[in-house]
């Protein structure tokens, strides 16, 4: 269970999931077409995300589920985009149909800033800036969710086979009903830390000049 911290608003913590025909990798086809039909992508950023630490892989599902306990399997969809003539390639799992998400428990919503949020802040820092220039920094992270722990007990959640075997993993995956929330706890707290450890740019000057 996640307690509220009174940094977002609550919200119902039911998940309106519906009639939802759960998977079952034992019956089913395995993961989705679009997995399959880029096979070498997903495969290779199974490997990168297994050398990064994101996952723990076995051969047979068996072994996991003695160290786990019984897995919930997810299918894995795979996504991909060139951008500045690089490959981009994410792996969706959908832990809808698996049935993970029925069993979360999300105790506030995320609310995004809007535009005219960001600059309401912005003309609220001028007004108190007593004639000092404003500079604005921004946080760029690279599989945010995936930098996020999950507690052992509920790796059990997060499986599914790939590379000729089975897989967990050990962090937070994009279809978590409650990644958002978790990890933009973790970027409020990022963006206050790093604004009070930046000085203003004139006493910034200072110090290097001494």
């Known amino acids: 269970p996640i307690p509220t911290a009174g940094i977002f608003p609550p919200c119902d913590a039911e998940y309106k999931h519906g009639h939802v025909h759960i998977f079952d990798v034992h019956s089913d086809a395995g993961n989705y077409q679009s997995f399959h039909k880029s ?28 160290r786990f306990g019984l897995l919930c399997p997810a299918r894995i969809a795979c996504i991909t985009n060139i951008k500045n003539g690089l490959l981009r390639v994410r792996l969706v799992h959908d832990l809808r149909r698996s049935g993970v998400n029925r069993r979360i428990r999300c105790p506030e919503r995320v609310v995004l800033p809007r535009i005219a949020d960001a600059i309401a802040s912005i003309l609220r820092c001028i007004r108190h800036c007593d ?4 500079e604005l920094l921004i946080l760029d992270f690279s599989g945010a969710f995936k930098m996020l722990k999950f507690p052992p007990a509920e790796m ?22 409650t990644g958002p929330l978790v990890w933009e706890r973790v970027a409020a707290w990022t963006m206050r830390a790093s604004a009070s450890l930046l000085l203003p740019t004139a006493e910034l000057l200072s110090l290097i000049h001494i």
Not at 131 to 134: E, K, P, Q
Not at 165 to 177: A, M, P
């Open 39 to 66: 096979h070498e992508a997903g495969q290779n950023e199974l490997r990168r995300e297994l050398e990064a630490g994101f996952l723990i892989w076995a051969e047979d599902r068996e072994d996991l589920e003695e």
């Open 131 to 134: 004639g000092r220039s404003l």
């Open 156 to 177: 059990i959640l997060l499986s599914g086979a790939g590379l000729a075997g089975w897989f967990v993993y050990t962090t937070v995956l994009f279809g978590v009903l």
